[in-house]
């Protein structure tokens, strides 16, 4: 069974960076394309970056193009998120994920606990 760990999140003002990290268990992370999601409170989980197994290829939600970056180390099972420029908006909880496929939103793995991202104003 697969273990996601994220950690990295934090208080930040309007403006701010942070750098996400999600560190997975096991020999199979590098076969995988892996996801960053987040949940506000009230809303749906939604998918905001994608990487291929590889790192070679990324994706981004539109609310996020252009501040936000994904990146892996296959070396440490590790794919980071560094996010610039945040918004109170881009307040939410963050989690990490495989992906079944390219073009899905679909996930492979249990959920880990996650990490607080809150921007103020």
């Known amino acids: 069974q697969v273990q996601l760990v994220e950690s990295g999140g934090g208080l930040v003002q309007a403006?701010?960076?942070?750098?996400?990290?999600?560190?997975a268990s096991?020999?199979?992370?590098?076969t995988n394309n892996m996801g960053w999601y987040r949940q506000a409170p009230?809303?749906?989980?939604e998918l905001v970056a994608r990487i291929s197994s590889s790192g070679g290829?990324?994706?981004?939600a539109d609310s996020v193009k252009g501040r936000f970056t994904i990146s892996r180390d296959n070396a440490k099972n590790t794919v980071y998120l560094q996010m610039n420029s945040l918004k109170p908006e881009d307040?939410?909880?963050?989690?990490c994920n495989a992906l079944t496929g390219w073009v899905t939103t679909t996930t492979r793995f249990g959920w880990g606990?996650?990490?607080?991202?809150?921007v103020s104003s």
């Open 57 to 60: 290829m990324t994706k981004y």
């Open 26 to 30: 096991g020999s199979i992370f590098s």
């Open 91 to 95: 307040t939410a909880v963050y989690y």
């Open 15 to 23: 403006g701010g960076s942070l750098r996400l990290s999600c560190t």
């Open 42 to 45: 009230g809303k749906q989980r």
């Open 113 to 118: 606990q996650g990490t607080q991202v809150t």
